[in-house]
C-alpha cells in the first residue's frame, strides 16, 4: 500500500545544496551534522567548521584561561561543546546562559571519559549577542510550560519546546509527502470566508466597519459637514448656471460660450453632490432598518475567518480530483481548556468519486504514516519526551503505525459502552448523544487497546453536509479515535444529492444563499465524495503525551491571549 512507503526526507542533499551554494568563508556547520546519530567521530576530528548558536551554560576553567561552552543551534536536542581560550576572546562576554555566538574551530577528540563524542576548539569568535542575565528571563533552572506561556517570543530556545518544533516541522513534511506519494493536489483555501462550514456560529466576524466609523468621526470633527445652508446655496448655484446655459441656448449663442457655461454647471453640480455626501454622513456603524448595514462593509456583506476549508476544497475535488488543504482555522468559542485554540491548523483531504469505506481507509493510512514518519525521522525528540513526559509515547506511535484500526458503527459502540460495569463515566451514554473523550478513550485503551474507528452517527449530532444514510436516522460520518486524545480525526462521505443537501441546509436552520455555489457543485456534474480533518495541534498532543494545546502551537491564540 502507498501508505507503507516512507520517503526518506531530502535533509542531506537540501544541505549538500546550501552549502555548495556559499562561499567557502561563509559556511556554517549545523550542530546535528556533527554531532548527530550516525555521525562517526573518527570522521569529524581535524575537521575546521564554523558553528552559531544559543548558550545553554557557560564556566570558567583553569582560574580563567578558557571557558567551556555548551552551544546549541536548535537543529538538534542536543549541544555542542565548544571550549574558548581567554587569549581568542573575553570570557566573560560569552558565558550567560541566552548570548548567541558565531564562532571557528577545529574539531577536536575530548578525554577519555567525557560523554562528548567531539569538540570545538575555538580560534575565532567572530559575532556575540550579549544576554543580560540579570533581566534575561529564562534561567537555568527547570521551567514550567505554564511559564513558559508568558514568554512566547523566547521559549522555543528550551529544549521541550524546540523539540515540539522540529516534531510540528517533520509531521507537516510527513503530510505533505503522504498526500503527495497518494495522488492528492494541495489547495490554498481562503481564510476569509462568508459561509459557516460546521453551522455552529462561534467565528470570528472579519470587518472594517469599526475601523472605518472611528476615521469617520475623527474626520467630521476635523472638517465638519455643511450645514443646510450650504447645500440650499449649492443648489441654488446649480439652478443659476443651469439658468444661464438654458438662456444663452435661447439667443442661439455660440458653441465655445455654450460649452465654457455648461463646464460652470458640471462643476457646480459636482460640488453640490459633493456637500450632499457629506452632508449625509452620520457618525457611528451604518445602519439599515434597524440594524447594521454589511452592505457598507470591506466586502459588501458579513464576512468571517475559516473554521474549516472542507466547503471550499470540494469546489477543486469536483474538478481535480483527490485534493487537500493544510492551514490556519479560527474558532471563537469563549473556552479555556487544555484542548481548546482560537487558532488551529487543519489537514482536510477530499477524496473525488471516494464513499466512506474510502474516507476511512485514507484515513487510518494517513496516521500510521505519521506515526512511522516520527518513529524513523525524529527519534531523539521522541525519546525526549518519553523521558521527560510520557513514557508510553514511543509505544503508543508503534501500537498505532503497526495494528489495524477496528471499525465499529456508532450503535455498536453505545451498546459497548453501555454495557461497561467497571467504570462509571461522567456524561451519559445513550444513542444519540455525541460521544465524550473519556468515552472515545474507553473503546481505544480499555475496550479494544487499538485505534477504532466509529462510523454512521445519528444525523442532529452531525454536520449538514453528511450524506443521510437510507435509515434517514443516521449519516455517514466517520470519527478515528486513538489512545491518550480520543477523537483524531473527523470526517464523512459529503451529501451529493441536490434536494437531499438542500433539506439539510434548512433542516439545520441556515440560510441557502451563502451555499447557493456549493450547492451548484451537486447541480452542475455531482459526484460522491468524502474526506475528513486532521486537527494538526492534536496529532502532536497524540504524538508527543502532553497535556496541553497550548504548548504545540508556536503562537497560541485563546481567549484573553494573542501574543505577538
Known sequence: MAGDVVTTPPTAEMASAYLTSLPERRRREFISSIIGRGTAADDLVGRRVRVGGWVKTGREQGKGAFAFLELNDGSCLANLQVIVDSSVYPLTQLLHTGTSVLVEGELKKPPEGVKQRVELRVDRVLEVGSADPSTYPLPKTRLTLEFLRDYVHLRPRTNTISAIARIRDELAYATHTFFRENGFRYVHTPIITTSDCEGAGEMFQVTTLFSDAEKLDKELQNNPPPSESEIEAAKLLVKEKGEDVAHLKSLKASKEEISASVLKLTKAKESLSKLEERFNLKPGIPQKDGKVDYSRDFFGRQAFLTVSGQLQV??????????????????????????????????????????????????EEYVKFLCRWLLDHCLEDMEFMVKNYDKSAIDRLKLVSSEPFKRISYTEA??????????????????GVDLASEHERYLTEVIFKRPVIVYNYPKEIKAFYMRLNDDQKTVAAMDVLVPKVGELIGGSQREERYDALVERITDAGLPLEPYDWYLELRKFGTVKHSGFGLGFERMILFATGLDNIRDVIPFPRYPGRADL
Open 314 to 363: 470540494e469546489t477543486h475535488a469536483c474538478a481535480l480530483g483527490n485534493v487537500y488543504t493544510f492551514g490556519p482555522t479560527f474558532r471563537a468559542e469563549h473556552s479555556h481548556t487544555s484542548r481548546h485554540l482560537a487558532e488551529f491548523w487543519m489537514i482536510e483531504p477530499e477524496i473525488a468519486f471516494g464513499d466512506l469505506e474510502d474516507d476511512m481507509y485514507y484515513a
Open 414 to 431: 453505545v451498546e459497548l459502552l453501555c454495557a461497561v460495569t467497571d467504570k462509571k463515566f461522567e456524561n451519559k451514554v445513550e444513542w
